[in-house]
């Protein structure tokens, strides 16, 4: 069992800057792609960005160049600064990281969700 916990997110106005937080905790072996998901109230989940561990990185078109995803390999953790927010950036952001377990077996986690709000 692979637990995420974000954290970080919050209320800002728009240009304002947030940075979440996804940490991995548990039977770990090895974590492959992290990322990071939004939904909005009536909207499905999309992608917002993803990181390899190999540092290969994968964006949304509505955030390049306003959003960076990163990770630290040692801390099993994931983050994503958001700068230049907007209005429309509001969401809960889930956090999502796959891997496999000693055995080869593969799994999949995400996280609880953490709120962002951006006022105009």
């Known amino acids: 069992q692979v637990q995420l916990v974000e954290s970080g997110g919050g209320s800002v106005q728009a240009g304002g800057s947030l940075r979440l937080s996804c940490a991995a905790s548990g039977i770990i072996f090895s974590i492959d792609a992290m990322g990071w998901y939004r939904q909005a109230p009536g909207k499905q989940r999309e992608l917002v960005a993803t990181?390899?561990?190999?540092?290969?990185?994968n964006y949304a078109d509505f955030v390049k160049g306003r959003f960076t995803i990163s990770r630290d390999n040692a801390k099993n953790t994931v983050y994503l600064q958001m700068n230049s927010l907007k209005p429309e950036d509001t969401a809960v952001y889930y956090c999502?990281?796959?891997?496999?377990?000693?055995?080869?077996?593969?799994?999949?986690?995400w996280g609880q969700g953490t709120q962002v709000t951006v006022s105009s």
């Open positions: 990181i390899t561990s190999g540092g290969n990185t």
């Open positions: 999502h990281a796959d891997g496999r377990r000693w055995n080869g077996v593969p799994w999949s986690s």
